[in-house]
């Protein structure tokens, strides 16, 4: 049974930093691309992040280019969402992807 679970989301601060971690499960990992996508309340599905399954290419939303850095590491089947300098337009619910199947999502709040 496939599963993606999302941690590390939470409360901060404008320009501060939270670590989003994504467990995979169920499926061989190593040969799925991957990626991160938000829903900011009221709001559709915004794509945020995508990274290849060998983890060599990765992309990004313009609107979090140069913040937030996505990488994977094929032996934990885990991936990441490193993500800096956050404001409050992050504020959401962060989900891990593979293809069809998405986590249970995880909420980041970016208030002061």
């Not at 990626?35 to 060599?56: C, D, H, T």
């Not at 850095?69 to 800096?84: A, P």
Request: with cysteine.
């Amino acid at each position: 049974q496939l599963q993606l679970v999302e941690s590390g989301g939470g409360l901060v601060r404008p320009g501060e930093s939270l670590r989003l971690s994504c467990v995979a499960s169920g499926f061989t990992f190593s040969l799925s691309d991957m990626n991160w996508v938000r829903q900011a309340p009221g709001k559709g599905l915004e794509g945020v992040a995508f990274i290849s399954s060998g983890g060599a290419y990765t992309s990004y939303a313009d609107s979090v280019k140069g913040r937030f850095t996505i990488s994977r590491d094929n032996v934990k089947n885990t991936m990441w969402l490193q993500m800096n300098n956050l404001k409050p337009e992050d504020t959401a619910t962060y989900y891990c992807n593979q293809g069809h199947n998405r986590g249970q999502g995880i909420r980041v709040t970016v208030s002061s």
